[in-house]
T-cell receptor
Framework: GENVEQHPSTLSVQEGDSAVIKCTYS??????FPWYKQELGKRPQLIID?????GEKKDQRIAVTLNKTAKHFSLHITETQPEDSAVYFC?????????????FGTGTRLQVFP | SQTIHQWPATLVQPVGSPLSLECTVE??????LYWYRQAAGRGLQLLFY??????ISSEVPQNLSASRPQDRQFILSSKKLLLSDSGFYLC????????????FGDGTRLSIL
């Protein structure tokens, strides 16, 4: 079935540095790729998403890139701040056999040190 | 605008007791609805999803069940809770069809004693 791999599982950066989280997916039919941020004890919140007709999308300090040929997509956070510390999840959809599901990665715990 | 409500926020239950978690969505019609479980420090495990009233798909075998008695209401139940049912339960909704973001409720932290 569809699989989404996410790396790294943990990432520590100094405030002001950039952070990159990478995901690969197995289903070539996937064409929607959202990213979620989950702070401790809170719900996951959508921070950015990209569709397969776009290679890159930016929103202030956050950007997502997509390489459909290689079946991978990445989240880039520039000028990191302590409040960026959270767990980030990538996802891919729709699943090959079901258009209503997203397949989530296993998450990356980002720590930004002041 | 659309909102999703999930309750209770926290719940402590003894082993063997029943469970009922409720989720409602406002501001949209015919949403897709989802129940996820998240163990401490882990990822999101999809338990159930529903594309319409009375239509429930189960993702993993377990002692939990789900029901959708109304278009914007999704209920997670158990007749007898197990210790392994402890976790953070999240309800989510998305628009009808593919390529739609899922929006999560605030979650229920369930502890089984």
């Amino acid at each position: 079935g569809e699989n989404v791999e996410q790396h790294p599982s943990t990432l520590s950066v100094q405030e002001g540095d950039s952070a990159v989280i990478k995901c690969t997916y197995s289903d070539s039919a996937s064409n929607y790729f959202p990213w979620y941020k989950q702070e401790l004890g809170k719900r996951p919140q959508l921070i950015i998403d990209i569709r397969s007709n776009v290679g890159e999308k930016k929103d202030q300090r956050i950007a997502v890139t997509l390489n459909k040929t290689a079946k991978h997509f990445s989240l880039h956070i520039t000028e990191t701040q302590p409040e960026d510390s959270a767990v980030y999840f990538c996802a891919a959809g729709p699943a090959l056999y079901n258009t209503d599901k997203l397949i989530f990665g296993t998450g990356t715990r980002l720590q930004v040190f002041p | 605008s659309q909102t999703i409500h999930q309750w209770p926020a926290t719940l402590v239950q003894p082993v063997g007791s029943p469970l009922s978690l409720e989720c409602t969505v406002e501001g949209t019609s015919n949403p897709n609805l989802y129940w996820y479980r998240q163990a401490a420090g882990r990822g999101l495990q999809l338990l159930f999803y529903s594309v319409g009233i009375g239509q429930i798909s189960s993702e993993v075998p377990q002692n939990l069940s789900a029901s959708r008695p109304q278009d914007r209401q999704f209920i997670l139940s158990s007749k007898k809770l197990l210790l392994s049912d402890s976790g953070f339960y999240l309800c989510a909704w998305s628009g009808d069809g593919g390529n739609q973001p899922q929006h999560f409720g605030d979650g229920t932290r369930l502890s089984i004693l």
